[in-house]
């Protein structure tokens, strides 16, 4: 076993003991029995919507998370990860560490900037045990092509009726909406600033309530602590502010 520090502003929550991921476990199997492209297609699809845990122990001192690791008997290092509480405690240093969750478009983003000597992450290392390289966590993150619409203003309707679901949040400052085109389908991208630990429960929610107001809207939504959602808001005003 080995671990990584990684810096951040604490935004990373304790894990929810109810994540399962039932139908990725499901994938995962049969994905071992299997092993066509089916199978792998599925597993990468339910993959990439997951929320999976992560041990880490903090020190609030300074800050800093570090990840624990496990290393193959080639001493390869990788990130460790898990579908569910039940899998998280398989691990023999389990109540050793806290569980933390993270989307797996977190967890890729790390393991693509991390060291080169983090080879790259496991699932489920005591059972299902599915192991992706670097390569292929990259792969997988990097599939989605998204590019910004800076020719297309998003409706004032659809703005309006965003408000009204924005309001309701008190955790949220202040929001932006960009047009974007997702794998050659419009849609829109929402960047909010919000003080909030479980940021995963308040984006269902968002979702949950604009699909219920407005029909057929393909919605992505990303906080503003990224690097890359302050370069994409840096010269706009928001449509919301409490």
Known sequence: MSNICYNESGDFMEA??????????VAMITLNLQDDK???????????????????????KKDEFTFMLLANQNQDHYFQCYTDIDEYNKWSDAKESREFFLSFDELANIVVSSDSEIKGLVINPFS??????????????SNDKVFIDDKKECPKEIKRKMKRVLEKKKSINCAYILCIIKNNIPGYLLIIDVKTKDIEKLFNE?????????DEINLDIMT????IAEELIKDMKPFYEK
């Open 16 to 25: 929810n003991k109810e994540v399962r991921n039932d139908e990725l476990k």
């Open 38 to 60: 089916e199978s792998e297609d599925e597993f990468i699809k339910l993959l990439k919507s997951s929320i999976l845990i992560i041990p880490a122990v903090d020190d609030d």
């Open 128 to 141: 299902e045990n599915i192991v992706l390289n670097r390569e292929a966590v990259k792969n997988i993150f």
């Open 206 to 214: 968002i979702r949950e309530e604009v699909n219920n107001s407005i």
């Open 224 to 227: 503003t602590k990224y690097d």
